[in-house]
């Protein structure tokens, strides 16, 4: 049985299905303007690890996902770019979905895209509109009617009293603090794009979105809600507002936090400046695995703070235990059961499972492990694992991995792929020379790199002609300056 931390009741709680089947959940998912960084990923793997603890707990689990492809960001990035925002965020939402794979993040049983579920937000509207709780505005935007919900706060405990009725604002993330009626579904301003509905023209607010998709496909109540610790307030307490005053029931049971990740001790975000997105790291020449353990290693209710030389250890780490996963799988087998291994075997893998249990402790889970590690290499030293000591090492280990999922090694593809995208988006020279050396160059690239470099001369940037020549050294590429400019050629 899992006990878990729910922000609504500031309580650990044990997590069932309501309907004693199937675990329904809804972890709100991307918005896709751009690139998603570490931090991101940090919420994700850890509802991954929720999601596959739940599996392995031998719970059916229905998991759905949104995709945020419309919002302000959106709108104004898809303007900028000159095309239909549908295919802006098309190549971000397939990015999205590349960077999950490549840190083993299961899918979701469903991922629902914004766009295609206007008329489920439509109707969500209607039902508040027909108690009055919804009203529409001059511009003909749609508003909720917050003094209305009399246990708004509930969510991130917010003293709200005091909050003025009628009092608006109209985009996603409002200031902290400020309790306002907020917007349901937006009126167009000139130029932009809208959908035509019985609302009258406009498109959804992003709160509105995540109750209507999770309505549709989960049911009026749901077992848990998720999201990283900055959609409490507003986003999910308006989410609770707005699916509670529709349906008169509680929306979710549980409510699932996952605190963020910290550079030099402030939150990861875009908005600072402050991040690296998977592909920075996997051309810097980190693996993806030791990424996901990174990410995961630290309990999903504390705060992690990002540090290279942390994302070295967790390297090694993912070394050891694949080297161990090896030794295991090779290793002579002595005639006789080590009984005495087979109990510390026993008793690592039910701490593994404590771990997890215990409000998902993935630092207990992954101790407990390593200590397996340990055992398992001393008696594989003095030859006394036989094949039952084997069998059960192994099936802890395929237990481990079912949640922490770094053992199968696929961080040389991952970086392959890094590579060519990195070559059809023209970022190569972000790429470290000993990850670019792990394939050939191309003429063109060559050139490229020939030619940045004599604009570097030029702009007595001495630092950078001489790494791009030394880069191109690394890979066997000499370079001659002549009168008549640069020739290279491979040695
Ligand atoms: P977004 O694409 O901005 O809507 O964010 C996707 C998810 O990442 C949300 O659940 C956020 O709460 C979460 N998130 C954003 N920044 C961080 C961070 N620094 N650490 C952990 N989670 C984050
Ligand atoms: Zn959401």
């Known amino acids: 049985m899992i006990r878990l931390f729910n922000t609504l009741s500031g309580q650990i709680e044990p997590l069932s299905p309501a309907d004693g089947s199937t675990f329904r959940m809804y972890a709100c998912g991307p918005t896709v303007y751009d690139y998603g960084h570490i931090g991101n990923f940090r919420t994700f793997c850890h509802v991954d690890v929720l999601r596959r603890t739940l599996l392995l707990e031998g719970l059916n689990v229905r998991h759905v996902m949104n995709i945020t492809d419309v919002d302000d960001k959106i709108i104004r990035n898809a303007a900028q770019a000159g095309l239909p925002i549908s295919q802006y965020t098309q190549k971000y939402e397939r990015a999205f979905f590349e960077d999950l794979d490549a840190l083993t993040v299961a899918r979701p049983e469903i991922i629902a895209r914004a766009t295609e579920h206007i008329p489920f937000m439509v109707s969500l509207i209607q039902r508040l509109a027909a108690q009055d709780i919804a009203y529409q505005t001059e511009d003909g935007s749609w508003y909720f009617r917050i003094s209305r919900f009399p246990a708004y706060g509930k969510l991130s405990k917010k003293d709200l009293t005091g909050i003025t009725d009628g009092a608006r604002v109209d985009v996603d993330e409002y200031e902290k603090d400020s ?3 907020f917007a349901l579904w937006k009126a167009p301003k000139p130029g932009e794009h809208f959908w035509q509905t019985e609302l009258g023209p406009g498109r959804p607010g992003w709160h509105i979105e995540c109750s209507a998709m999770a309505m549709e496909y989960l049911g009026e109540s749901i ?16 989410e609770i ?17 996952v605190r963020f990740l910290l550079v030099e001790g402030r939150k990861m975000s875009k908005s600072e400046g402050n991040f690296f997105t998977l592909r920075d790291l996997l051309l810097k020449g980190y693996k993806a695995s030791a990424i996901r353990m990174l990410l995961i290693s630290v309990p999903y209710r504390q705060q992690l703070n990002f540090t290279f030389e942390g994302l070295a250890a967790e390297t090694a780490a993912v070394e050891r235990l694949r080297a161990f996963h090896q030794r295991i799988l090779a290793a002579p087998r002595a005639a006789e059961t080590n009984f005495e291994l087979l109990a510390e075997t026993e008793e690592c893998r039910i701490a593994f499972r404590t771990g997890l249990e215990n409000d ?30 084997a069998a059960a090492i192994l099936d802890a280990l395929r237990e481990f991995d079912s949640v922490f999922a770094v053992l199968e ?30 394939r050939g160059l191309t003429d063109d690239q060559i050139q490229s790199l020939v030619d940045e470099r ?19 050294a690394a890979k066997g590429i000499l370079l001659e300056d002549s009168k008549d400019g640069v020739r290279w050629r491979r040695k």
């Open 241 to 257: 507002a707005q699916s509670e005053c529709a349906t008169h029931k509680p929306f979710a049971r549980h409510w699932f936090h």
């Open 223 to 238: 077992d848990l809600h998720a999201g990283g610790e900055d959609l409490m307030f507003p986003h999910h307490e308006n």
């Open 179 to 181: 309790a306002r009626d």
């Open 409 to 438: 090694d696929r961080d040389a593809a991952i970086t392959k792929f890094a590579l060519d995208w990195a070559e059809h988006e023209g970022r190569l020279d972000q790429a470290a020379p000993e990850v670019l050396a792990q």
């Open 360 to 389: 998902l402790n993935t630092a207990e889970a992954r101790a407990a492990i390593f200590e397996l590690v340990r055992a398992g290499n001393a008696a594989t030293d003095s030859g006394t694992l036989s094949q039952e000591n």
């Open 454 to 472: 004599t604009q570097a001369k030029r702009a007595r940037n001495f630092a950078r002609a001489d790494q791009i020549r030394n880069d191109l």
